[in-house]
T-cell receptor, first 112, second 113 residues
Framework: GQNIDQPTEMTATEGAIVQINCTYQTSGFNGLFWYQQHAGEAPTFLSY????GLEEKGRFSSFLSRSKGYSYLLLKELQMKDSASYLCAVRAGGAAGNKLTFGGGTRVLVKP | DGGITQSPKYLFRKEGQNVTLSCEQNLNHDAMYWYRQDPGQGLRLIYY???????QKGDIAEGYSVSREKKESFPLTVTSAQKNPTAFYLCASSRQGSGNTIYFGEGSWLTVV
């Protein structure tokens, strides 16, 4: 089976840094994705990790440790528009194909 | 413009009715997916299709049906057997291959009245 855990909610101040953790237990592993979702809108792709280490994309970075079943998304220089839900998703691969299994999402509130 | 188009954006259903949500993509993607999202929750997979004329059940397929007669189209029918259909429905697509990103349509809101 698949189990993906992330905190429900986090609050941070504009200009600060926030780290969103994601732990997973899946029957296989073929990549981990992070998506951003504003309320009432579709998720948009942020990052993809398949090998251990850090992937950096502007203000957003994502880290993966396959041996620990752990990832985090780091948001730097927070802006008000970063207030959204952040979804961690794992691709098991193999017979499961390309489908993604999602965690419950972490709602981030950025305060002035 | 390339993308994934879902319609309608908002749909109201009476109890006991079947309704069909449309999903069309012009990205030439082989794989398509339907997810359901309840308020404040993550996404749960209903059905997915990796190739035309083939599809598989996801985690919550009961009360739903799909077809994949064309590569571009993957309609979802919410049947009267689905007891709690009020939710946000998201269609998505991707290329085949493990590293390929899944892209989402704008979503459809279904409410039972």
């Amino acid at each position: 089976g698949q189990n993906i855990d992330q905190p429900t909610e986090m609050t941070a101040t504009e200009g600060a840094i926030v780290q969103i953790n994601c732990t997973y237990q899946t029957s296989g592993f073929n990549g981990l994705f992070w998506y951003q979702q504003h309320a009432g809108e579709a998720p948009t792709f942020l990052s993809y990790n398949v090998l251990d280490g850090l992937e950096e994309k502007g203000r957003f970075s994502s880290f993966l440790s396959r041996s620990k079943g752990y990832s985090y998304l780091l948001l730097k220089e927070l802006q008000m528009k970063d207030s959204a839900s952040y979804l961690c998703a794992v691709r098991a691969g193999g017979a499961a194909g390309n489908k993604l299994t999602f965690g419950g999402g972490t709602r981030v509130l950025v305060k002035p | 413009d390339g993308g994934i188009t879902q319609s309608p954006k908002y749909l109201f259903r009476k109890e006991g009715q079947n309704v069909t949500l449309s999903c069309e993509q012009n990205l030439n993607h082989d794989a398509m997916y339907w997810y359901r999202q309840d308020p404040g929750q993550g996404l749960r997979l209903i059905y997915y299709s990796q190739i035309v004329n083939d599809f598989q059940k996801g985690d919550i397929a009961e009360g739903y049906s799909v077809s994949r007669e064309k590569k571009e189209s993957f309609p979802l029918t919410v049947t009267s057997a689905q007891k709690n259909p009020t939710a946000f429905y998201l269609c998505a697509s991707s290329r085949q291959g493990s590293g390929n990103t899944i892209y989402f349509g704008e979503g459809s809101w279904l409410t039972v009245v």
